[in-house]
């Protein structure tokens, strides 16, 4: 049981450059999401799915998109990267039924856009 | 709307010593609070969580959380520090499942940092 995983663990990006971070979880959760982590700012919500086929927006979700095709992944998709979209990025997920449930964060993807 | 508040951005302690990380929280309806760890490099750890029933809530690692529905509080807690208890500790709520599938609303994280 590999919990949540994320690839790669670091990327470098130029400005303008697109790029996918994978997600992936092997535990059936309907529910995954998206944080970016920025510092003094705690973690922000890009986007959610509570199950296959459908995403929803969080509270960050301009220059990102997602889909979900599968249960168990959930890529990230960065359409032309700025540098305002230099962060650590985490995954998480949770079964859905319950929304008392802790999630499980992957070990995030530490993005640098040049 | 949710929020938490974490008022500290760091804590230091010595080794042995107790420990407080401090969390307040507003929300409407009844809370479901969360603690998480970060270490360096890491992913968020799950720590504990307060649902419903006894105020003292007790989690991994020795830790423990005391909820205060007066002072809308929800404080992190460990009796005698360890310097592997040294890391960012983050609290949150959980929103209702109407706002955005009942995502995780953080606070801005507390550095805890125990020395020897």
């Known amino acids: 049981n590999a919990g949540v995983t994320q690839t790669p663990k670091f990327q470098v990006l130029k400005t303008g450059q697109s790029m996918t971070l994978q997600c992936a979880q092997d535990m059936n959760h309907e529910y995954m999401s998206w944080y970016r982590q920025d510092p003094g700012m705690g973690l922000r919500l890009i986007h959610y799915?509570?199950?296959?086929?459908?995403?929803d927006q969080g509270e960050v979700p301009n220059g990102y998109n997602v889909s979900r095709s599968t249960t168990e992944d959930f890529p990230l998709r960065l359409l032309s990267a700025a540098p305002s979209q230099t962060s650590v990025y985490f995954c998480?997920?949770?079964?859905?039924?319950?929304?008392?449930?802790?999630?499980?964060f992957g070990p995030g993807t530490r993005l640098t856009v040049l | 709307a949710q929020s938490v508040a974490q008022p500290e951005d760091q804590v230091n302690v010595a080794e042995g010593n107790p420990l407080t990380v401090k969390c307040t929280y507003s929300v409407s309806g009844n809370p479901y609070l969360f603690w998480y760890v970060q270490y360096p490099n890491r992913g968020l750890q799950f720590l504990l969580k307060y649902i419903t029933g006894d105020n003292l809530v007790k989690g991994s690692y020795g830790f423990e959380a005391e909820f205060n529905k007066s002072q809308t509080s929800f404080h992190l807690k460990k009796p005698s520090a360890l310097v592997s208890d040294s890391a960012l500790y983050f609290c949150a709520v959980r929103a209702p499942l109407y706002n955005q599938g009942g995502k995780l609303i953080f606070g801005q994280g507390t550095e805890l940092s125990v020395k020897p």
């Open positions: 799915s509570v199950g296959a086929g459908i995403t």
């Open positions: 998480a997920s949770r079964k859905r039924e319950s929304p008392y449930n802790e999630q499980f």
